[in-house]
């Protein structure tokens, strides 16, 4: 649609597609500027996200925008003209902030607008409908803030970053349940109130959690397993990892070990090769190579195995069932190693060797990342 208004000439643009958003709307469109809004001076904001994942990969233009956008969100302004003229620049700024800020809760939906003076690009404005009131986030806010001290607390008695991870990963698992029908599941409202969430929940705790306490995190979008995803990209000494909380939690996977959900360690800090077996990505800023297994779960807790042997590998299972531990994961280096495991262990019944006085055992193979989990 396009109305003249003497030299001036507004145009409507429609984005082709939604944006995957963690925790800020849910799709961006567009709005017709009126000549009034462009007339509004540029406002210099401060760059408060020199320490965000996504902030950085963008060149020094956008990262203009985005910490234009950033403060109008963070202020409840709810038009705001840009220093950009290009509106897909307005797309990859709000991906990139949903990206690093997985507080954010309060955006309902955004929109921007563009004028043209005789068919070149002159203004762009960036417009935020907001879900809840400046008093209603405050309220909230208050609300959330116990439960997030408790989390962070836990966080800083850790020794390492590593087992920040870890605690964190456990932590969320045990307290906040899989469920398609929470309320707020986009956001983390549903996880620090609620205690129930999906995959956006999860991940946008996870992101600011560890945002917290020090460690560079963001939400990373795609599919699994056809539908869509989200999880984390994190940075632990100097290299990158990948965590899913959603699929480390067996009531999402579907296990039925227990009432309770399992922890399901597999997805704790895994490699790009590991996680692209079952995954996707799909977002619009570069993603660091993730090859380092130093600060992986199985590593960490010398579960892995490189080499065949039943004994050490009979020892671990041992171990696990001597102590009454509900489970006992190992992981393998190949397929080869992991099938070798399996004749033994499994379809031979070593693991009675190992496990005096078993009778039933309940065990889960993951041929992708060759796991063997047993459940005692």
Known sequence: MK????????ALLLLAAAVMLGGCGDEL??????????KQELELVECVSADRYVHNTLDEGLQQV??????????????VRLSTTNTSDVKTCYNAICA?????????SCSYGELSVRGKPYAVSFVVNYAFTPQEVEEYKRQMQPVIDEYLARLDKCESDYEKTE???RK????????????????ILSVFLGKETVCQGYACATQYLLQQSGIPCTIVTGTAQGQPHAWNLVRLDGDYYYIDVTWGNTDFMGDEAGEKPQINYAYLNITSEELLKNHTLQVDFPVELCESTE??????????????????????FARAYDKGKDSV????????????????????QHITDYCEGISQIYYVPDKDLNILTIYF
Do not use: H, P
């Open 167 to 169: 605690v964190l990963y």
């Open 100 to 108: 690093d800020y997985g507080e954010i809760f309060w955006v309902e």
């Open 329 to 348: 994961s190992v992981k393998f280096a190949d397929s080869e190693l992991f099938d070798e495991a399996w004749d033994y262990f499994i379809d031979e």
């Open 29 to 38: 469109v567009s709005q017709v500027l009126s000549r009034k809004e462009v």
């Open 66 to 79: 985005y910490d234009e956008m950033l403060y109008a969100i963070l202020n409840f302004q709810d038009n």
């Open 3 to 10: 109305k003249k208004q003497g030299k001036y000439v507004v």
């Open 295 to 316: 600060n992986n779960y199985y590593r960490k807790k010398k579960l892995f195995f490189d080499t065949w042997d039943e004994d050490a590998i009979g020892a671990k």
């Open 172 to 187: 969320l698992i045990k307290e906040v349940g899989y469920d398609l029908a929470a309320e707020n599941n986009q956001n």
